[in-house]
């Protein structure tokens, strides 16, 4: 469990990294390591070249504000999990990272790398989807914004072109009259969920004007439902456009399951939190 | 001494040690040596293949790359298969690999290539540009393909039957046939593995200067190994020294020896002149050390109406993996500690071991005694189901009482002695049971967390484990003249507290002060005759060795002692080190009748100056007497007629969520009878570790085969050890000390016990939950749910 040999580069400016990562096209770059190493270390993965970004200057933030929390791609999921602000403006970044993994890996592994690695038993990915975000691009051909909706090709795939960087994504604000929840299921506390599930659900005067639902792990590329037309039986609708499959840790059927169970639950967290923050907003605007 | 140690919770010595990051285990040796190579090996991706050629030619021309072995290099005992270590006569098929294939690879994992390198990044990128032809067989996975036999994983072994094994205790199958109630259960167990923290290693290095090997290795036995490595390379036993630094546990797969690297790393180092290190990775110990657990048993019962077991017939298949390097120790172990406190009035168990295409099995912590336990306990529950009786009731019925002691059981145990049972009380041990776990008040629960809508059940399992295996174990003390004592033992130690454990005897055995004694273990230059750390036998085996040895140099110290203060032996004492004649002020420091041990006086220390006011020693006879020898030391050695049985019972409350399936645990209870407790926060803590490791191999960890005999979850992203996150946070325990006759300290083995009953400890919980039969373990949320759907759709049609 050792890495095949290969070059190390660690850049001190953006545009260094961008020039390295395009004269190179067997080069990786390496954020927080906690996906990429252990590929590395079972011979998974042998790029020619590691471009370390770790001492890019100005990728740390976790920048709440009205619009959003923008979050730089040196931040660390226990960065983004520790902000208040963050969370009071979009309460599910935090409902989702204290799920994953430990606080060992929070540490290291950075929010942004885990957008790009787009595994879709990974949380954020499905977050960032669910909440229509985005994520901010740069080459030495210049920067681009990659709506979530097209950030993801396939399993562990994002659209990301070779020579391009993640810089920052951006996970718009919880609106007034919102709400979130999440759960998930997995077999030990930390591991990548059996089943995840995430709601977004809008209401104007206490009735669900808009929901949408999030899944992890039931499906190759994060996947997200609309279901403001199916509040009856939303896991259903769900179930039609998820693919949960076999693997050694459960059948696709107690994932099909978990996904009946989670759905109604979460689906009445959020509204629960929606009509939560409605009320609390009208008496601010009371008092 | 002035307070007994025996039987205190002494704070182990060896924690700040660990806890600190000061262990020093093999991969941290010799790590400054610039001259030290790394070894990387090849490893069969394929579970049955032909080897038909082997190309190395591209590997010798990688920069750093220092030479590599196949079989076609091994000559001599090398060439030969390795040994078989436990010889059986029912072994009648024993195979053992090779230690580089020789034309064919029977799992995936077994070594095929040995190279050296400049360090093991160098080495793996030689690893893979080995080029291996083979011809690729059908391979043998599972215990339901190995016995049918369609294909075979040795050629000439028919049936894939390695060993049929049988015993019987009256006349089983005639007492069910009569029995008045009969029950038939099928019960399997998977498999699981030791994955100790520290994986296999070894490090040697050749001196020529002295002609001498020195082996360095992180096994639970280092005389086994030194014996091995000189048989195999052809060197006198004297030329070789192994040494077993801080291991990062064991669990019983560092028992199994020799590994083909404790042999291969040996040749390099004195093929190279140069040391070599081998350092397993966790992928490697997964596919290339040892599993266990594996087994299918048939269980015909035959019961009265009071559940009396008349007649128990236990046929099982156990799965042995590709080799049986470790004879039939595992199936042995659970054909006949089965039983547990039981007395079956009639009894019969056959079982074959049987090949497959799959890592080796071999001892895992419990050795075979867990699957035993899930099938009487099973057994047990079955039969209160079945009568409606409550299950301790049943349990009572069938125990052995106090009195029957020492008890006899008709059968031939590990050791090849018979079956018998020192003492114990299980009535007691039962009673404290349910009171710790509240046994009589849970009808009551459960009815309030029905009403919640919560569902709970409650379960308990009991065993008895056969614990101190000899043959035998030795000991020296030595007192300095500094007073300081230094103790040596062979077997090794792998983070048990041995240091901590074995002071306290030798504090109290001598006389001396606890900070001044040092244990040493595991090393052949200080006791090159020892056994190993297995069996739960240390504590048994080296404790009472070592308490044997300090009562000699006891001995030898009164009486130098004695002649230097001109008193009887009688009326002196031994208290922190220092001899005196009771009730006066007359003493003499231990140290100082060191001195005089020794006619030899130079004085180099305060001690040697302290001794000239004393004199012994008759001018007119031989400095040192015919019978005596120069020195305080004494030696020992401990061999016990048998083995000495410890019992417990577990109990464990969960919750199983009707919805989700996900088992949660409420309460976990262990009562724990292992004799005299030398050191009771260390056996808490050897429960404590047994119940975790219960937990991964009820609820969460298997190795997943799939059926071309690839292992889909060789990494702990896939196997699911615990967390501790996953173990309960409290395990209420309550000690029962019914001593052992059999030794001189009254104590049995613990190391193994805490996981013994978990597969039918929560078998029976969930059962009692769920209201279904549990009858494979370890089970998950997902299987859970599949027997819910099974049972809803037989009820349906019921
Ligand atoms: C034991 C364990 C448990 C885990 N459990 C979970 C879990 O439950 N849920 C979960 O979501 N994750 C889990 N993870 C993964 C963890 O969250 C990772 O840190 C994260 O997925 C990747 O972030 P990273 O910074 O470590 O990325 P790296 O490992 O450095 O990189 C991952 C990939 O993304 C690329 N990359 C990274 N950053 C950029 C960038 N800025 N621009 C372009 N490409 C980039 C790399 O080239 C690489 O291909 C777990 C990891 C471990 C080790």
Same mark, same amino acid.
């Given at each position: 469990?050792?890495?095949?040999?290969f070059?190390?580069?660690?850049?001190a400016?953006?545009?260094e990294?961008l020039?390295?990562?395009?004269?190179?096209?067997?080069a990786?770059?390496l954020?927080?390591?906690q996906?990429?190493?252990?590929?590395?270390?079972?011979?998974l993965?042998?790029?020619?070249?590691?471009?370390?970004?770790n001492?890019?200057?100005?990728?740390?933030?976790?920048?709440p504000?009205?619009?959003?929390?923008r979050?730089?791609?040196?931040?660390?999921?226990?960065h983004?999990?520790a902000?208040a602000?963050?969370?009071?403006v979009?309460?599910?970044?935090?409902?989702?990272?204290?799920?994953?993994?430990?606080?060992?890996?929070?540490?290291?592994?950075?929010t942004?790398?885990s957008?790009v690695?787009?595994d879709a038993a990974?949380?954020?990915p499905?977050v960032?989807?669910?909440l229509?975000?985005s994520?901010?691009?740069?080459?030495?051909?210049?920067r681009?914004?990659?709506?979530?909706?097209?950030?993801?090709?396939?399993?562990?795939?994002?659209?990301?072109a070779?020579?391009?960087?993640a810089?920052?994504?951006?996970?718009?604000?919880?609106?007034?009259g919102?709400?979130v929840?999440?759960?998930?299921i997995?077999?030990?506390?930390g591991d990548?969920?059996?089943?995840g599930?995430?709601?977004l659900?809008e209401?104007?005067?206490?009735?669900?004007?808009?929901?949408r639902?999030?899944?992890?792990?039931?499906?190759?590329?994060?996947v997200?439902?609309?279901?403001?037309?199916?509040?009856?039986?939303p896991?259903a609708?769900?179930?039609?456009?998820?693919?949960?499959?076999d693997?050694?840790?459960?059948?696709?059927?107690?994932?099909?399951?978990l996904?009946k169970v989670?759905?109604?639950?979460?689906?009445a967290d959020?509204?629960?939190?929606?009509?939560?923050?409605?009320?609390q907003?009208?008496?601010?605007?009371?008092? | 001494?002035?307070?007994?140690?025996?039987?205190?919770?002494v704070p182990?010595?060896?924690?700040?040690?660990f806890?600190?990051g000061q262990?020093?285990?093999?991969?941290?040796l010799?790590?400054d040596d610039?001259r030290l190579?790394?070894?990387?090996?090849?490893r069969?991706?394929h579970?049955?293949?032909?080897i038909?050629?082997?190309?190395?030619?591209g590997?010798?021309?990688?920069?750093?790359v220092v030479?590599v072995?196949?079989?076609?290099?091994?000559?001599?005992?090398?060439?030969e298969?390795?040994?078989?270590?436990?010889?059986?006569?029912?072994?009648?098929?024993?195979?053992?690999?090779y230690?580089?294939?020789?034309?064919?690879?029977?799992?995936?994992? +077994?070594?095929?290539?040995?190279v050296v390198?400049?360090d093991?990044?160098v080495?793996e990128?030689?690893?893979a540009?080995?080029?291996?032809?083979?011809e690729q067989l059908?391979?043998?996975?599972g215990?339901?393909?190995?016995?049918?036999?369609?294909?075979?994983?040795?050629?000439?072994v028919?049936g894939?039957?390695g060993?049929?094994?049988?015993?019987?205790?009256?006349?089983?199958?005639?007492?069910?046939?009569?029995?008045?109630?009969?029950?038939?259960?099928?019960?399997?167990?998977e498999?699981?593995?030791?994955?100790p923290?520290?994986g296999r290693?070894?490090?040697a290095r050749w001196?020529p200067?002295?002609?001498?090997l020195t082996v360095?290795?992180?096994?639970?036995?280092?005389?086994?190994v030194r014996?091995?490595?000189?048989?195999?390379?052809g060197?006198?036993?004297?030329?070789v020294?192994?040494?077993?630094?801080d291991?990062?546990?064991g669990?019983?797969?560092?028992?199994n020896h020799?590994w083909?690297?404790?042999l291969?790393?040996?040749?390099?180092?004195?093929?190279l002149?140069?040391?070599v290190?081998?350092?397993?990775d966790?992928r +490697?110990?997964?596919i290339?050390?040892?599993?266990?657990?594996?087994q299918?048993?048939?269980?015909?019962?035959g019961?009265?109406?009071?559940?009396?077991?008349?007649?128990?017939?236990?046929?099982?298949?156990?799965?042995?993996?590709a080799?049986t390097?470790?004879?039939?120790?595992v199936?042995?172990?659970?054909?006949?500690?089965?039983?547990?406190?039981?007395?079956p009035q009639?009894?019969r168990?056959?079982f074959?071991?049987?090949?497959?295409n799959?890592?080796?099995?071999?001892?895992?912590?419990?050795?075979?005694?867990?699957?035993?336990c899930?099938?009487?306990e099973?057994?047990?529950?079955a039969?209160a189901a079945?009568?409606?009786k409550?299950?301790?009731?049943?349990?009572s019925?069938?125990?052995?009482?106090p009195?029957?002691?020492?008890?006899?059981?008709?059968l031939?145990f590990q050791d090849?002695r018979?079956l018998?049972y020192d003492?114990?009380?299980?009535?007691?041990?039962?009673a404290k049971?349910?009171?710790l776990v509240?046994?009589d008040e849970?009808e009551?629960f459960?009815?309030?967390?029905?009403?919640?809508?919560r569902?709970?059940?409650?379960?308990?399992?009991?065993?008895?484990?056969?614990?101190?295996v000899?043959?035998?174990?030795g000991?020296?003390v030595h007192v300095?003249?500094?007073?300081?004592?230094k103790v040596?033992?062979g077997?090794?130690t792998?983070?048990?507290?041995?240091?901590?454990?074995?002071?306290?005897?030798?504090?109290?055995t001598l006389?001396?002060r606890?900070?001044?004694?040092?244990?040493?273990?595991?090393?052949?230059?200080?006791m090159?005759y020892?056994?190993?750390?297995f069996?739960s036998?240390a504590?048994?085996?080296?404790?009472?060795?070592?308490?044997?040895a300090?009562?000699r140099?006891?001995?030898?110290?009164?009486?130098i002692?004695?002649?230097a203060?001109?008193?009887?032996?009688?009326?002196?004492?031994i208290v922190?080190?220092v001899v005196?004649?009771?009730?006066?002020?007359?003493?003499?420091?231990?140290?100082?009748?060191?001195?005089?041990?020794n006619p030899?006086?130079?004085a180099f220390d305060?001690?040697?100056?302290a001794?000239?006011q004393?004199s012994?020693?008759d001018?007119?006879k031989?400095p040192?007497a015919?019978?005596?020898e120069p020195?305080?030391?004494?030696?020992?050695f401990?061999s016990?007629e048998r083995s000495?049985?410890?019992?417990g019972?577990?109990?464990?409350?969960v919750?199983?969520?009707?919805?989700t399936?996900?088992?949660?645990?409420l309460?976990?209870a262990?009562?724990?009878?292992?004799?005299?407790?030398?050191?009771?926060?260390?056996?808490?803590?050897?429960?404590?570790?047994g119940v975790?490791?219960?937990?991964g191999?009820?609820?969460?960890e298997?190795m997943?085969?799939?059926?071309?005999?690839?292992l889909l979850?060789?990494?702990?992203?896939d196997?699911?050890m615990p967390?501790?996150?996953e173990v309960?946070?409290?395990?209420?325990?309550?000690?029962?000390?019914?001593p052992?006759?059999?030794?001189?300290?009254?104590?049995?083995?613990?190391?193994?016990?805490?996981?013994?009953?978990?597969?039918?400890?929560?078998?029976?919980a969930i +059962?009692?939950?769920?209201?279904?039969?549990?009858?494979?373990?370890?089970?998950?949320p997902?299987?859970?749910?599949?027997l819910?759907?099974a049972?809803?759709d037989n009820?349906?049609a019921?």
């Amino acid at each position: 469990m050792k890495p095949a040999p290969f070059a190390f580069l660690r850049p001190a400016t953006l545009e260094e990294a961008l020039a390295a990562l395009a004269g190179e096209p067997g080069a990786k770059v390496l954020a927080g390591g906690q996906s990429l190493v252990p590929l590395l270390s079972m011979r998974l993965a042998a790029p020619s070249m590691l471009i370390d970004i770790n001492a890019l200057p100005d990728l740390g933030h976790v920048t709440p504000d009205a619009t959003g929390v923008r979050v730089g791609a040196l931040a660390r999921h226990a960065h983004v999990l520790a902000s208040a602000e963050a969370a009071e403006v979009q309460p599910l970044l935090a409902l989702a990272l204290s799920h994953v993994a430990h606080p060992t890996i929070r540490n290291r592994g950075t929010t942004v790398g885990s957008l790009v690695h787009a595994d879709a038993a990974a949380e954020m990915p499905m977050v960032l989807r669910l909440l229509e975000g985005s994520v901010d691009v740069e080459s030495v051909r210049g920067r681009r914004t990659v709506p979530a909706g097209e950030l993801f090709a396939g399993p562990l795939e994002s659209t990301l072109a070779h020579d391009e960087i993640a810089v920052e994504a951006f996970f718009p604000a919880l609106p007034a009259g919102a709400g979130v929840a999440f759960q998930e299921i997995a077999r030990r506390h930390g591991d990548y969920a059996l089943v995840g599930v995430a709601a977004l659900v809008e209401t104007d005067g206490g009735e669900v004007t808009r929901a949408r639902l999030g899944y992890v792990s039931v499906s190759d590329v994060p996947v997200v439902v609309d279901v403001t037309d199916a509040l009856d039986d939303p896991a259903a609708a769900a179930l039609a456009e998820l693919e949960p499959a076999d693997d050694i840790h459960a059948t696709a059927a107690y994932r099909a399951h978990l996904v009946k169970v989670l759905t109604p639950r979460v689906l009445a967290d959020a509204v629960h939190h929606a009509r939560q923050r409605s009320a609390q907003k009208d008496e601010k605007d009371m008092a | 001494m002035t307070t007994k140690l025996f039987g205190t919770k002494v704070p182990r010595v060896e924690d700040q040690r660990f806890l600190r990051g000061q262990g020093r285990y093999v991969d941290d040796l010799l790590t400054d040596d610039p001259r030290l190579l790394h070894a990387a090996v090849l490893r069969s991706p394929h579970a049955h293949a032909r080897i038909t050629d082997i190309d190395v030619s591209g590997v010798l021309d990688l920069d750093g790359v220092v030479a590599v072995w196949t079989f076609d290099d091994l000559t001599g005992p090398m060439a030969e298969p390795l040994p078989l270590l436990i010889p059986h006569p029912a072994l009648t098929h024993g195979r053992t690999q090779y230690a580089l294939a020789k034309d064919e690879v029977n799992y995936v994992g +077994e070594a095929i290539a040995f190279v050296v390198a400049v360090d093991r990044y160098v080495a793996e990128d030689a690893v893979a540009r080995i080029r291996v032809d083979y011809e690729q067989l059908e391979p043998v996975v599972g215990i339901a393909a190995a016995r049918a036999a369609a294909r075979l994983v040795h050629d000439d072994v028919p049936g894939n039957v390695g060993a049929r094994m049988e015993q019987e205790n009256g006349d089983a199958r005639a007492a069910i046939a009569d029995a008045p109630h009969t029950l038939t259960l099928e019960l399997d167990v998977e498999r699981s593995a030791c994955t100790p923290m520290e994986g296999r290693g070894t490090v040697a290095r050749w001196d020529p200067d002295t002609s001498r090997l020195t082996v360095w290795s992180s096994t639970q036995t280092s005389t086994g190994v030194r014996g091995c490595v000189a048989a195999k390379l052809g060197l006198d036993l004297a030329k070789v020294d192994v040494i077993t630094p801080d291991v990062g546990g064991g669990f019983g797969v560092k028992i199994n020896h020799p590994w083909p690297e404790e042999l291969l790393v040996p040749l390099a180092a004195m093929t190279l002149g140069r040391p070599v290190k081998f350092t397993e990775d966790r992928r +490697e110990h997964f596919i290339s050390s040892a599993h266990e657990r594996a087994q299918v048993h048939h269980v015909e019962v035959g019961f009265d109406d009071d559940g009396r077991v008349l007649g128990l017939n236990v046929e099982f298949w156990h799965d042995h993996g590709a080799y049986t390097p470790y004879g039939l120790i595992v199936p042995i172990i659970t054909s006949t500690q089965l039983l547990g406190p039981y007395k079956p009035q009639n009894y019969r168990v056959v079982f074959e071991s049987l090949y497959t295409n799959t890592v080796i099995v071999t001892p895992y912590r419990g050795a075979g005694r867990p699957q035993g336990c899930f099938v009487m306990e099973r057994t047990m529950d079955a039969i209160a189901a079945y009568l409606g009786k409550d299950r301790t009731e049943v349990r009572s019925t069938n125990f052995i009482q106090p009195d029957e002691f020492p008890y006899e059981h008709g059968l031939v145990f590990q050791d090849g002695r018979p079956l018998t049972y020192d003492s114990g009380d299980y009535p007691a041990s039962l009673a404290k049971l349910k009171e710790l776990v509240g046994w009589d008040e849970f009808e009551d629960f459960r009815a309030e967390m029905a009403a919640q809508g919560r569902r709970v059940g409650i379960g308990l399992a009991c065993y008895v484990e056969g614990t101190g295996v000899g043959p035998y174990e030795g000991a020296h003390v030595h007192v300095e003249t500094s007073g300081k004592v230094k103790v040596a033992t062979g077997l090794t130690t792998q983070g048990q507290g041995h240091q901590t454990a074995f002071a306290q005897i030798v504090a109290d055995t001598l006389g001396v002060r606890f900070e001044d004694v040092e244990i040493t273990t595991g090393d052949t230059r200080k006791m090159p005759y020892a056994v190993g750390t297995f069996a739960s036998r240390a504590a048994v085996m080296s404790g009472s060795a070592i308490h044997l040895a300090a009562l000699r140099a006891r001995e030898k110290a009164l009486r130098i002692a004695a002649e230097a203060l001109e008193a009887a032996e009688d009326d002196l004492e031994i208290v922190d080190g220092v001899v005196s004649v009771k009730g006066t002020d007359a003493s003499i420091d231990l140290g100082t009748v060191a001195v005089l041990s020794n006619p030899l006086r130079y004085a180099f220390d305060e001690a040697s100056k302290a001794a000239t006011q004393f004199s012994v020693g008759d001018p007119g006879k031989a400095p040192v007497a015919e019978d005596d020898e120069p020195g305080l030391e004494g030696k020992d050695f401990y061999s016990p007629e048998r083995s000495t049985f410890a019992n417990g019972m577990h109990a464990v409350i969960v919750e199983t969520d009707p919805d989700t399936a996900e088992i949660t645990i409420l309460k976990y209870a262990v009562v724990h009878d292992c004799g005299h407790l030398i050191n009771p926060m260390i056996v808490e803590g050897q429960i404590h570790g047994g119940v975790a490791q219960g937990v991964g191999g009820a609820l969460y960890e298997r190795m997943a085969y799939d059926e071309s005999g690839q292992l889909l979850n060789a990494s702990f992203m896939d196997f699911l050890m615990p967390y501790v996150t996953e173990v309960p946070t409290t395990i209420d325990i309550d000690h029962l000390e019914t001593p052992s006759p059999l030794n001189p300290l009254g104590i049995k083995g613990a190391g193994e016990a805490g996981v013994i009953p978990s597969a039918a400890v929560f078998a029976a919980a969930i +059962e009692d939950a769920e209201g279904f039969p549990i009858t494979a373990m370890p089970i998950s949320p997902s299987e859970l749910f599949d027997l819910r759907l099974a049972h809803a759709d037989n009820s349906f049609a019921g």
